[in-house]
C-alpha cells in the first residue's frame, strides 16, 4: 500500500468537509473527478475538533478495507456529525470546527503466547489498536495515546474501556487485539492550509 501524497491528503480533508457542509445545507455534492487511489479499498477515520480549543466533536470510522476510499471517506464524514456521544453538529459549528482525517492500514492480529508481550509489540505513536472480545469491540487511533501521553499499558487499558471492557481485559485469554497504523491530514484552522500530522512517541 503506497502513502498519500500531501496533495491527495488535502484533498481527502477537503472532501470530508464539502461532504458534510453540503449535507448540512441540504445540498447534493457532485464530485466530478478525484485521485485513483481513491479508488482503493482502505479504511480511514473522520475526526472533527472544535477551533481554536482543539476539543473533540466527533469521531467516526471505517476501520477495515471494505469499501472504496473515497466511499468509506464519505459514510466516516458524515458518521462524524452524528456521532453518539456528542449532539448534532450544525452548519454554523462547520466555521469552528477544523477537519482531521485517518487513513488506515489494513488491520493485523498481534500474535501472542503471553498477553504481557503486547507491551513489547505495541508502538506509541505509531500503532492504533482495535479489541475483540465476544461481542465486545473497541478502536483507539494511533493519535490519541499520544495526545493523552499514555504509555503502552494505559493505551491498552482505555482501548478495553472503550469496548466497554474492565481495563486490564487485555489480559484475558481468548482477547484479539489487532493493530494497525495511520496516515493523518488535519486543518491547522477552519478551511485553512493542511498538513500532514506526524505523530511522536516513546519507541
Known amino acids: 500500500m503506497r502513502l498519500l501524497t500531501l496533495e491527495e491528503g488535502e484533498f481527502a480533508v477537503r472532501y470530508a468537509r464539502a461532504v458534510i457542509e453540503s449535507h448540512l445545507s441540504g445540498k447534493e455534492l457532485i464530485l466530478e473527478s478525484y485521485p485513483e487511489i481513491f479508488n482503493e479499498k482502505r479504511g480511514c477515520f473522520c475526526t472533527l475538533h472544535t477551533y481554536p480549543e482543539r476539543e473533540l466533536r466527533g469521531c467516526i470510522g471505517i476501520p477495515e478495507p471494505i469499501m472504496p476510499l473515497i466511499e468509506a471517506l464519505r459514510e466516516a464524514a458524515l458518521g462524524s456529525i452524528r456521532d453518539p456521544r456528542f449532539p448534532p453538529v ?11 482525517v485517518s487513513i488506515l492500514t489494513p488491520p493485523q492480529l498481534i500474535e ?8 513489547e509489540k505495541i508502538k506509541i505513536g505509531e500503532d492504533g489498536l482495535i479489541i475483540e472480545y465476544g461481542p465486545y469491540r473497541g478502536l483507539l487511533l494511533p493519535q490519541v495515546p499520544v495526545e493523552y501521553g499514555w504509555d503502552v499499558e494505559e493505551f491498552l487499558a482505555h482501548l478495553c474501556l472503550k469496548a466497554g471492557l474492565p481495563p486490564d481485559m487485555w489480559l484475558v485469554e481468548g482477547v484479539k487485539i489487532y493493530k494497525f497504523q495511520a496516515q493523518i491530514f488535519e486543518e491547522l484552522e477552519p478551511r485553512g492550509k493542511i498538513v500532514e500530522k506526524k505523530l511522536t512517541g516513546p519507541h
Open 90 to 100: 450544525t452548519l454554523e459549528e462547520m466555521d469552528h470546527i477544523v477537519i482531521e
Open 112 to 119: 501472542v503466547s503471553n498477553p504481557k508481550e503486547y507491551l
